[in-house]
């Protein structure tokens, strides 16, 4: 049995607790807490200079564009940015593999104990069954062909079959899949776990409105046709099971209205951010004042659009842009990620669960210590 305590400990399910004291197995399972010292048994006491909380849910990220760091443009806006990816992802499998390991090692090292992963191939399994992290796989599937809908589901299907678990079949975003491919999504999915790419641009609105800027002009030429004359949000919402638990990933122009638009329709949301790669890519973040901070989740995306992928990091972007307290940051980081992801065992220190322990100092390193 370990006995650790620091400056404050953060439990995320309770408020938190200056000096307290974790009691905890050596397999990482909380037994207890202590809200002071002098209630564990004496010399038995870790002492740590800092803070300790649950380690970190990403709750977004894309394993397989490890090998892409450096090499996208940067600030040029959604459209330029997807149309060269496919002009970079194919390099030898020997260094994306490398590239991914590495990948999944710095995650780790940044107090990273589960991962919500986007996979198009399966080029990442095998390092997710070896690895420590915890990853919930997304397969993800994009055409805008109705004609290929089926051909299409059916390639994602036999990916999932040889996918780790938890896993889950879904689509790119509103913009990238047809209504058929939708409909084919919704009834494979109904009550599990989505997760979507939503208004990452502000022309992803004007595509659907009124079939107008950027990302219309770049997806005309592959016969798009799907103009609703309502927001990407509800267009896409509208396709999907309100039974299945939905993770939006991005947000970056989202609306006030959207955001009240799907409590008033009764859809489960977690809004997940990823605050660097929207500096990245679209140099703009939400406005996060209009999320409930209970139901806010952050992701690092990928090192196509990230310099690392630390969830601390991102952090530090949401605390100077934002008036939330450490409570509510550290929440984000854990609690309501595990809770996006489904995986009950982590994010905060309730007694029977194996969450992790970071030690931060300073809000500017972190440790896993346990």
Not at 147 to 160: C, I, M, T
Not at 185 to 204: A, D, M, R
Request: charge should be negative.
């Amino acid at each position: 049995m370990r006995y650790l305590s620091a400056n404050y400990i953060f439990p995320l399910h309770i408020n938190p607790i200056k000096e307290g004291v974790i009691e905890i197995t050596e397999k990482g399972e909380i037994v207890s807490i202590f809200k002071s010292r002098t209630k564990a048994p004496t010399g038995k006491i870790e002492i740590f200079d800092g803070v300790l909380c649950p380690s970190f849910v990403n709750a977004h990220c894309h394993l397989e564009l490890s090998h892409l760091k450096d090499l996208l443009p940067k600030k040029t806006g959604l459209p330029d940015f997807i149309s060269k990816v496919p002009e970079k992802r194919n390099v030898e499998m020997s260094d994306i593999k490398k590239a991914m390991k590495e990948a999944d090692t710095l995650m780790q090292k940044n107090g990273i104990i589960a991962v919500g992963d986007i996979s198009n191939t399966n080029h990442s399994f095998v390092i997710k069954e070896e690895s420590e992290i915890a990853y919930h796989t997304f397969v993800e599937i994009l055409s805008l062909d109705k004609d290929k809908a089926e051909v299409v589901f059916n390639k994602g299907l036999e990916l999932l079959k040889n996918c780790p678990k938890p896993n889950s079949i879904v689509p790119h975003a509103t913009y990238s899949v047809s209504p058929k491919l939708f409909s084919l999504l919704k009834e494979e999915n109904n009550g599990k776990i989505v997760s979507i790419h939503n208004q990452e641009t502000k022309s992803e609105d004007e595509l659907f409105t009124n079939q107008s800027g950027d990302l219309y002009e770049f997806l005309k030429k592959f016969g798009w046709e799907n103009q609703s004359g309502i927001s990407a949000l509800q267009t896409s919402l509208l396709q999907m099971s309100k039974k299945s638990q939905i993770i939006l990933v991005h947000n970056t122009f989202t609306s006030h209205q959207d955001v009240k638009w799907t409590k008033e329709n009764n859809y489960s949301i977690y809004w997940c951010t990823c605050p660097k790669a929207n500096l990245c890519i679209e140099n703009s973040l939400p406005d996060y004042s209009i999320f409930d901070p209970e139901k806010l989740c952050i992701g690092t995306d990928s090192l196509a659009s990230n310099s690392t992928l630390s969830i601390l990091e991102e952090l530090k972007v949401l605390k100077e842009n934002t008036d939330f307290d450490l409570n509510t940051l550290l929440k984000i980081a854990c609690k309501n990620g595990a809770e996006a992801l489904g995986f009950k065992d982590l994010g905060t220190f309730e007694t029977g669960k194996t969450p992790g322990v970071n030690l931060i100092k300073n809000f500017h390193e972190v440790k896993r210590i346990l």
